[in-house]
């Protein structure tokens, strides 16, 4: 008996040798969960709802469709399960959540929050706890001053370092020589209107006042009023929805109709479009961008995009943050394994086949290698590409036509 009991015990012992814990544990891993807090309500739910949202929507029902992503670690694939909360566009109750789902749910990836403050505040947290954070609807230069310190975050949305020069020349080019800026007071904001003023005296033009306002904002009437006053050739309006909404029907209101009228967040958006009608923002400049004549994955991506939601992609990020999550899936599968460091090295490393081609991170540790485009125009309800160069789609209107006349009463 006791030799039976001896041999039954190396049995074992052999048992977990060859097959330890973690094979035990991979053949019960049914499943990829994915957490994130995110703006449900709140100020930065429109961003989102019209931005990153439905892009991940379609890359989840993609992939659980094709029954998940191949994971050879598990020996399967994976479906994905997605974990969202609410954080109201605060960022104190973001830093909570994201606690949480790595803490107490315990999930496997992070999805990142709305808005560039959120973003700020957020990489510290993935990067304490080792999990990689792919920024989608924000970004900072000012995180690239951290790049050592936070090499689980990837930012891929073109910035002010990115997209400013680019709008400077196109302003030059056309022949402004007058610009008033406002500016939300945040750090979108205050770096965006920044960059542009350097880049903007850098070609020659005379940068005639630069105004902030509150978050909060509901009337800029009185800064439209002095830019109006101003003469200036050029309006910049860098804030968000809420405000670059409210900035253009007040424009309209008082009939203030400069030559170039640029606003950052917001006019790349079907919701933008739809709310002035084509006439209402021909001719509005914005961050962006790209159409489907970018590219044929361009096109191919805005028909599948159509097709699941009834309505036009996002003319900013929309082809960004499917690369970008494109690029996860393909990192997961070259690694073999949910190993969020083995993952992440791949990512900083190797190139990747996505819908803007062959894609990587360059190296700066916040940007992708390639962007379809950096500043948009609506032209004939299409917001085309007005960068000098190969990828503009179309020249730029200048000076931008007169509002439409208000329906008669």
């Known amino acids: 008996m006791k030799n039976l009991k001896f041999g039954v015990c190396i049995i074992v ?23 994130m807090s995110t703006s449900l309500t709140g100020p930065l739910a429109i961003i989102r709802s019209a931005g990153f949202q439905p892009i991940y929507e379609m890359w989840v029902e993609e992939v659980n469709k094709a029954g998940g992503i191949y994971v050879k670690e598990y020996g399967k694939k994976l479906p994905i399960e997605l974990k969202i909360y609410d954080d109201k566009s605060d960022v104190g109750t973001m830093t909570r959540l994201t606690e949480k789902l790595i803490t107490e749910d315990k999930v496997d990836f992070l999805f990142s929050a709305c808005g560039t403050a959120m973003l700020f505040a957020q990489a510290p947290i993935a990067n304490k706890y080792g999990y990689i954070l792919i920024g989608e609807e924000g970004g900072s230069r000012s995180l690239q001053k951290f790049k050592s310190d936070f090499p689980y975050f ?7 370092v990115q997209q400013m020069p680019v709008l400077a020349k ?23 209107s920044g960059t542009a003023a350097e880049e903007f005296k850098a070609k020659g033009m005379n940068v005639i006042w630069v105004k902030s306002h509150p978050p909060d904002a509901k009337d800029l009437t009185p800064i439209l009023k002095a830019a109006q006053a101003a003469n200036v050739d050029a309006f910049c309006c860098f804030s968000y929805p809420d405000q ?6 007040q424009a309209m209101g ?25 006439a209402g923002v021909e001719g509005i400049m ?16 805005s028909d599948k995009y159509k097709a699941r939601f009834k309505q036009d992609p996002n003319y900013w990020g929309g082809t960004i943050f499917y690369a970008s999550l494109q690029i996860l899936q393909q990192a997961i599968e070259k690694a073999g394994t949910l190993n969020q ?21 360059d190296g700066t540790f916040y940007a992708l290698s390639c962007y379809p485009g950096q500043i948009g125009q609506w032209q004939k309800g299409v917001f085309e590409v007005i960068d000098p160069g190969a990828k503009r789609t179309a020249k730029p209107e200048y000076p931008k036509p007169a509002w439409p006349a208000p329906p008669k009463k």
């Open 154 to 160: 990837f930012s891929v949305l073109n910035t002010d």
């Open 170 to 192: 196109i302003f030059a080019d056309v022949g402004v020589k007058t610009v008033a800026i406002t500016y939300i007071e945040d750090l979108h904001g205050t770096e965006y």
């Open 244 to 249: 670059t909404i409210a900035v253009t029907g």
């Open 341 to 361: 460091k083995k993952i992440k090295d791949i990512m900083t490393t190797q190139k990747f086949n996505t819908v803007l081609g062959s894609t990587w991170f």
């Open 286 to 301: 914005g961050c962006g961008a790209w159409n489907e004549k970018s590219a044929p994955a361009a096109k191919e991506f």
């Open 254 to 278: 008082i009939s203030y109709n400069p030559k170039a009228f640029f606003l950052s967040v917001g006019p790349y958006a079907p919701f933008f479009r739809d709310i002035f009608k084509p």
């Open 13 to 35: 012992l052999i048992s977990f040798v060859l097959f330890p814990l973690t094979a035990f544990s991979a053949a019960k891993k049914d499943k990829i969960v994915i957490g």
